[in-house]
C-alpha cells in the first residue's frame, strides 16, 4: 500500500503564496499519478491538479490555470503545490491523491485558509 501525508498548509493573505507538500512512503513503485484535490466547508470535493509519475505531464482545473503549480520529486516520492496569487475562495482543506496499481489513496488533508 501507499501512504500519504501533506504538509504546508496554512493562513494567507489574499493575493500571497503557500506551498504545500505530499511525502509518499510504502510501495511507491505502484504510483500511477498524483495529484490535489480541495474541498471547501459544504462543497464537493474538486480536482484542482495532478502529475503523471513517470512523464511529468501536468494537468490543472480552469479556476487554478496560470496561478498554481504542481510538480515532483521522484527521488524524494513527494509532490509539490506551489499556489500563487490566492484568493479567499481557495480557502479549503487539500487533500493529496495517489493513483497506485493498488487503487486510489488519499491523504489526511492540510488546511489552507486565505484571507481578504
Known amino acids: 500500500q501507499v501512504q500519504l501525508v501533506e504538509s504546508g498548509g496554512g493562513l494567507v493573505q489574499a493575493g500571497g503564496s503557500l506551498r504545500i507538500s505530499c511525502a509518499a512512503s510504502?510501495?511507491?513503485?505502484?504510483?500511477?499519478?498524483m495529484g490535489w484535490f480541495r474541498q471547501a466547508p459544504g462543497k464537493e470535493r474538486e480536482f484542482i491538479a495532478a502529475i503523471n509519475w513517470s512523464s511529468g505531464y501536468t494537468s490543472y482545473v480552469d479556476s487554478v490555470q496560470g496561478r498554481f503549480t504542481i510538480s515532483k520529486d521522484n527521488a524524494k516520492n513527494t509532490v509539490e503545490l506551489q499556489m500563487n496569487v490566492l484568493k479567499p475562495e481557495d480557502t479549503a482543506v487539500y487533500y493529496c491523491n495517489a493513483d497506485s496499481s493498488a487503487g486510489g489513496v488519499w491523504g489526511p488533508g492540510t488546511q489552507v485558509t486565505v484571507s481578504s
Open positions: 510504502g510501495r511507491t513503485f505502484s504510483i500511477y499519478a
